[in-house]
């Protein structure tokens, strides 16, 4: 099929060094730097979330805990924003000749608001712990059962692990020697073995815990059965003096 006039031949060698009609190239270098930087934030997002409610109060205090989420909010609303703004490779069912940038933005807006990345995308950047734990602040109705139902709702956040492994994948189809991918798939093999290790010792030390954000939902009677059995964090032990885990 012909070109029409939103349309660049991807073909052309030259095509990523300009931005046709306001549009972003997928494969630019800025476009490509940025999604790199989201990757890394969502990277730490994934460490932080889990020990935030393994280790640390289900109301956060720390000043850096406390602006975490809406810096994220920030960079992903800013990278949803630019997902309006950012062209596709065109493909079967397009009506367009296949592997031509498309530059229309009414085709990229629809193309985005109708995939899942958009709704996994806007469910894990609105904060949704500050914003339920300042409503019930401000209408003062708060409860134990609500503190842990803010501190689960961060989990929603680790949804955009979804975003990082697309984003591996393209940095493993860039590869550019046997060499690379083979360190590439190596180091991809490391870093799931570290957030396995990482998520599993932040819930061990949660369920650890004679009460913890789970506990909390547990009837009654449950709770305090959970409660008078012994919690490896709350034994003490013997050693260069008597010693227990302690919560942060």
Request: glycine share 6%; aromatic share 12%.
């Amino acid at each position: 099929m012909d070109e029409g006039p939103g349309d660049v031949d991807l073909t052309d060698g030259n095509w990523r060094r300009y931005c046709p009609e306001g549009v972003l190239n997928p494969k630019a270098s800025f476009r490509r730097r940025w999604d790199h930087m989201v990757g890394l934030l969502v990277l730490a997002d994934v460490l932080i979330v889990p020990f935030q409610l393994g280790y640390m109060s289900a109301v956060p205090v720390n000043f850096f805990m406390i602006i975490w989420p809406w810096i994220l909010t920030v960079f992903f609303t800013a990278d949803m924003v630019l997902n309006f703004q950012t062209g596709f490779a065109a493909g079967p069912t397009d009506n367009q000749r296949q592997g031509t940038l498309v530059i229309d933005k009414a085709k990229i807006a629809h193309r985005y608001i109708f995939s899942k990345a958009f709704w996994l995308d806007l469910v894990t950047t609105i904060p949704w712990s500050p914003v339920m734990f300042h409503i019930h602040v401000w209408r003062g109705n708060w409860d134990e059962g609500l503190t842990a139902v803010i501190a689960l709702m961060r989990l929603l956040r680790m949804l955009r692990l979804r975003r990082l492994l697309l984003l591996w994948e393209r940095v493993e189809e860039g590869a550019s020697s046997v060499l690379q991918s083979h360190m590439f798939v190596l180091l991809r093999t490391l870093v799931i073995i570290f957030l396995f290790c990482h998520l599993n010792a932040c819930l061990w030390f949660v369920v650890g815990q004679p009460n913890n954000v789970l506990t909390i939902l547990l009837p009654g009677s449950m709770r305090n059965h959970f409660n008078d059995v012994h919690h490896w964090t709350s034994v003490e032990r013997e050693g260069p003096g008597k010693w227990i885990e302690k919560h942060m």
